[in-house]
């Protein structure tokens, strides 16, 4: 494993990566050794190792929806998880069978939800992903539906520590609104 790089160049200009990246790093190093990295086509979570003295999270393309995509399933790992590359998690890419299709659904509707509420904190539009171009159609609707009940379960009961944190401070940084169910009713509704 090694420390991720790439050129900037490679990125699609979007005024707001480099803070988010700031804003993670602020929020994070100190007590989790973690840091929010650009990467390439594939985003993954690398541990830190003998080369890379702290772990990285690293997002696709620039892009900030990636990133918050990959916070999200980080603020849902437990401390042995981020022990390991991607969480010691298997992941079957694009091109997915109805079954592996509602397989990949039932594992990304949490980091989803808190992704959803990582957007609308960072003053952005939240769209699913069911990352499935080349496979089987999915169900976007029902998705939809799945991953907003897990936020207003996650809005009713508190989302885990690390993701109410970084809400938190991306509220702040970037004039979000407070969420709640009104609010997501009133902007998303069914």
């Excluded at 979007?14 to 804003?23: C, G, S």
């Excluded at 602020?26 to 929010?36: D, E, K, S, Y």
């Excluded at 109805?98 to 959803?116: H, L, N, S, Y």
Aim: glycine share 6%; hydrophobic share 40%.
């Amino acid at each position: 494993m090694q420390q991720v790089m790439a050129s900037a160049a490679t990125f699609d200009d979007d005024a707001d990566v480099e803070p988010l990246i700031a804003l993670f790093d602020q929020t994070f190093i100190t007590q989790f050794n973690t840091r929010l990295v650009r990467g390439g086509d594939e985003p993954v979570y690398l541990p830190a190792n003998a080369t890379v003295a702290y772990h990285q999270i690293v997002f696709a393309h620039g892009y900030f929806s990636s990133a918050l995509h990959e916070i999200a399933h980080w603020c849902i790992a437990g401390e042995r998880r981020r022990l390991l590359e991607d969480y010691g998690y298997w992941y079957c890419p694009d091109g997915r069978d109805v079954t592996q299709q509602r397989e990949f659904e039932q594992v990304e509707v949490k980091p989803q939800a808190i992704e959803w509420a990582m957007t609308i904190a960072a003053n952005r539009r939240f769209q699913v992903s069911t990352d499935n171009l080349n496979g089987a159609e999915p169900d976007r609707e029902g998705f939809t539906r799945r991953v907003r009940a897990q936020l207003l379960t996650f809005l009713h009961s508190g989302f885990p520590p690390r993701a109410t944190l970084f809400i938190d401070a991306l509220q702040e940084k970037f004039n979000g609104p407070e969420l709640n169910q009104a609010w997501l009713d009133k902007e998303y509704p069914q």
